[in-house]
Structures are given as C-alpha cells and as structure tokens.
C-alpha cells in the first residue's frame, strides 16, 4: 500500500507540473521554482509533515520536498539561534543533497560534450 501512495503523491505532482507546463509560458525553471516555493508554504503551515504521513516517501522525493527541507531547517535553527539561524538552518537540512547536484553535474559536464 506505501508504494500506491507514494505513486499516488509523485504521479500527481508530476501530473500538475505537466498540466501547468502544457497550458502556460513558464518554463521548466519557473515550475520547478513554483514548487519549491509551494512545499514551504505547505511546511510553514505543518500540511506537508501530514503529507509526508500519509503518502511517506512519495512525499519525500518531489521537488516540493526541497522546499520542506528548507523551511524546516529554518525552521529549527530559528527556535535554536534567533533571527541568525535563519539561513544557516535551511542549508543544513540540504547540504548533502545541494552537494551531490553539483558534484553530478560537474561529472556530466565533463563526460559528455555539448551538441554546440
């Protein structure tokens, strides 16, 4: 049943990022942006921890997720440091995965050639 649900959740994120690409101008930048910014409302206001109970790691793989990583880590070091802990909390939930797109991206810049 987790994996339906977490199919569910993932098919339907995609689902709305694909309707919203057919019928706009934005481009795939501006959704993906959209939904970063979209999970950390839904972090702010404690929906997406109900999603991520619900629909489990389904919820956890989106883009949106990002989002809820960074309020989160915000979040937290907020309550721990004041106003300073702001920024230093959101990169701390992030690190690992904001290192490894850099470090695979590198890797397939330098593996592949552009088609120029």
Same mark, same amino acid.
């Given at each position: 049943?987790?994996?339906i649900m977490a =199919?569910? =959740?993932s098919g339907f994120?995609?689902?709305v990022a694909q309707l919203?690409?057919?019928n706009s101008k934005l481009t795939p930048g501006h959704i993906t942006s959209l939904f970063v910014v979209v999970g950390s409302f839904l972090d702010l206001f404690h929906i997406y921890d109900k999603l991520v109970d619900i629909f489990h790691a389904g919820a956890l793989i989106p883009i949106t997720s990002f989002g809820h990583s960074l309020m989160h880590g915000a979040m937290a070091a907020t309550e721990k440091f004041g106003i300073f802990?702001?920024?230093s909390g959101m990169f701390e939930l992030t690190a690992a995965?904001?290192?490894a797109a850099i470090l695979f991206s590198f890797l397939v810049a330098v593996i592949f050639k552009p088609k120029s």
């Open positions: 049943m987790n994996y =199919f569910l =959740f994120v995609c689902l919203i690409y057919d802990g702001l920024a995965g904001i290192t």
